[in-house]
Nanobody, 124 residues
Framework: QVQLVESGGGLVQAGGSLRLSCAAS????????MGWFRQAPGKGREFVSA????????YYADFVKGRFTISRDTTKNTMYLQMDSLEPEDTAVYYC?????????????????WGQGTQVTVSS
């Protein structure tokens, strides 16, 4: 079973940038599809981005609009989410998730492994 730990969240002004990291345990990291989700207060957990393990295919939610970039470094067992041009609406707890599926999915139920989340707060 893979274990995930997020980091890199914090407080930033609108228009600023943050890079989130997700450290995964084990030596089978490269065989897992990895994804990012977020949850704002009073809202459901929503899909942000995902990257596959075989062809490094990437998917993004519509609200990203070119502002976020997902990547992974298999040598470090780490996935990243580079977030630029942040807006107050991006304020949420961001979660790292993993799945053994080859094709990345957008549903919460498709990811059995989750980190504890990291808080991102964007001020106006």
């Amino acid at each position: 079973q893979v274990q995930l730990v997020e980091s890199g969240g914090g407080l930033v002004q609108a228009g600023g940038s943050l890079r989130l990291s997700c450290a995964a345990s084990g030596r089978t990291f490269s065989t897992y599809t990895m994804g990012w989700f977020r949850q704002a207060p009073g809202k459901g957990r929503e899909f942000v981005s995902a990257v596959g393990w075989r062809f490094e295919n990437k998917y993004y939610a519509d609200f990203v609009k070119g502002r976020f970039t997902i990547s992974r470094d298999t040598t470090k067992n780490t996935m990243y989410l580079q977030m630029d041009s942040l807006e107050p609406e991006d304020t949420a707890v961001y979660y790292c998730a993993a799945s053994r599926s080859v094709v990345p999915g957008r549903g919460v139920s498709e990811y059995p492994y989750w980190g504890q989340g990291t808080q991102v707060t964007v001020s106006s």
